[in-house]
């Protein structure tokens, strides 16, 4: 089965054709630079009191490296601890199995509805539309979700769903939409925080309270005790996560974790990396089932959806280690000005350029490799140090192979490339090139720049300050200044 059939794709343009629409949205921009830049201040303050904070990063990144390497075996152990403690375990290879697991499983129970703790994992699989497909309403109790599924809208943020809007857009979705899903808003709803998220307490309270089944994602699982963890803000996952009779947890298979101990180390990563708090308002974990105390049925699906084939490749299954914290979106210069829509995925911003383009396969992702300066802030960023860089360039570097395996004849492109890497990889022939283009430095460009190039070549200089060649290459000094130095 292909990619394109396993993972949800919003079938947006490429990223370069989206971009240009998002940068000329100038609320956008705004609204965007405003959240990240907050978020990002907040997550440098946190983290600046911690003296260990490198060291927890290596933890974290031996931690889920180590896993990876032998996932498959933490994986049975994890099956064997749920089962263990009364949980029942359903394996999914991609967004149809795990659709049709969790649909009839909420049959079975019913019941028509469910709420849902927000889940990166099931927006990725489609959930809610595959739901409502089966006459199953999914109603979103994250706020910003539940913003996003009112203004029928698409997240653009991994925490921050609805970043994309402002408060006085939030506040017209309220008014217009909340009574066509429940209970209404005020009719004097103002645009003030405090006064939306009363109506959105308001709006969700009859759903929890009346609620049999629930949906959520998750954080990590300890495949020693079969430990399950969920971690947010608002207080909604803990009602969905303790009022139901039945939990559904969706949970990609690479976010087990060895053992219980390892909670150590990435339950001060995360909240630090993502809201920039010390710690969550609320973890919630759970093992199994009790009798009285919570839901008395828990299944936890296990999806594979691309990630095994992930794994299969040694420099891009880096990204499988995501934490979904998000601070790499909050750095990157090009998310901040595009927003997470130009992406077309759920995933967007750095961490979706990386991991996207491997679960789908080639096709409408290869764009997203090049949605990057390269810059390495996302590296700097990431709390358990996925080399997100290297990454973008092993992605890039498929792409473009596998765009000239299906062309007749080379590019212009390439074949300036490939001289270039034909005069740069030989000092031979490197020598001649630079003492050539200083010679011709000295007789054309006099006035000590460039100016506009001829033909293509002008789409370069007519947007940059284009330097003109040295007329003595550092070879050259080195054999002039240092006798017998290398040639």
Same mark, same amino acid.
């Given at each position: ?9 919003? #079938? ?35 983290? *600046? ?43 999914? %290879?991609? %967004?149809?199995?795990?659709?049709? @697991? ?97 109506? %959105? ?20 699982? *300890? ?11 608002? #207080? ?7 009022? $139901?009779?039945?939990? @559904? ?79 790499? &979106? ?9 927003? #997470? ?23 409408? =992702? ?19 140090? !996925?080399? !997100? ?5 092993? &992605?890039?570097?498929? =792409? ?20 270039? =890497?034909?005069?740069?990889?030989? $000092? ?7 003492? &050539? ?5 000295? !007789? ?9 190039? $001829? ?7 007519? +947007?940059?300050? +284009? ?18 130095? $290398?040639?």
């Amino acid at each position: 089965m292909s990619g394109a059939d396993n993972v949800v794709w919003l #079938g947006a343009p490429g990223f370069p054709e989206a971009a240009r629409t998002a940068l000329a949205d100038t609320r956008l921009r705004a609204n965007l630079h405003r959240a990240t830049t907050t978020i990002r201040d907040r997550r440098l303050a946190v983290t *600046a009191e911690l003296d260990d904070w490198e060291e927890l990063r290596a933890a974290g990144d031996a931690v889920k490296r180590r896993t990876l390497r032998h996932l498959g075996h933490h994986l049975r152990r994890l099956e064997r601890s749920v089962t263990e403690a009364g949980g029942t375990v359903h394996w999914a %290879a991609d %967004a149809a199995e795990a659709n049709r @697991i969790v649909a009839g499983l909420v049959r079975a129970t019913g019941e028509s509805e469910v709420v849902k703790v927000k889940s990166m994992a099931t927006q990725e699989i489609g959930l809610n539309e595959a739901l409502a497909a089966e006459g199953i309403t999914a109603y979103e109790t994250d706020l910003a979700e539940l913003i996003v599924q009112l203004g029928q809208d698409r997240p653009s943020h991994i925490l921050v769903p609805a970043i994309h809007r402002g408060r006085a857009e939030i506040r017209e979705v309220f008014r217009r939409e909340m009574g066509r899903w429940g209970r209404p808003a005020p009719q004097d709803l103002t645009d003030d925080p405090r006064d939306l998220a009363e109506a %959105a307490r308001l709006h969700l309270r009859e759903k929890f309270l009346r609620a049999k089944v629930a949906v959520s994602g998750a954080n990590f699982a *300890a495949a020693d005790t079969g430990t399950v963890c969920v971690v947010e803000s608002e #207080g909604n996952g803990r009602m969905c996560l303790t009022l $139901p009779d039945t939990l @559904i947890t969706v949970m990609g298979i690479e976010k087990v974790l060895p053992s219980f101990s390892d909670l150590e180390v990435f339950l001060q990563l995360l909240p630090r990396s993502s809201t920039g708090e010390r710690m969550n308002p609320y973890t919630s974990m759970w093992t199994g089932t009790t009798e009285g105390d919570g839901p008395q049925s828990f299944h936890l699906v296990l999806l594979d959806n691309g990630r095994t084939d992930t794994l299969a490749d040694t420099v891009g299954r880096q990204a499988l280690a995501c934490i979904r914290c998000s601070a790499c &979106l909050n750095v990157c210069p090009v998310y901040e000005r595009t927003g #997470g829509h130009a992406y077309g995925s759920v995933y967007p911003g750095p961490i979706g350029a990386v991991l996207t383009p491997q679960l789908v396969g080639s096709g409408h =992702a290869d764009t997203l490799p090049f949605a990057s300066t390269l810059c390495g802030a996302c590296y700097d960023a990431c709390p358990v140090r !996925i080399d !997100i860089p290297e990454v973008l360039v092993h &992605l890039r570097a498929k =792409a473009v192979a596998a765009e000239a395996a299906g062309r007749l004849l080379p590019t212009a492109e390439s074949l300036v490339m490939g001289a270039a =890497a034909a005069v740069l990889g030989s $000092p031979a022939r490197l020598g001649p090139a630079q003492r &050539l283009g200083a010679s011709a430095a000295r !007789i054309l460009f006099r006035r000590g720049a460039i100016g506009r190039l $001829p033909g293509p070549l002008g789409r370069w200089s007519d +947007t940059r300050d +284009t330097p003109v060649p040295p007329r003595e290459s550092f070879r050259a000094w080195w054999r002039r200044t240092r006798e017998g130095g $290398p040639r």
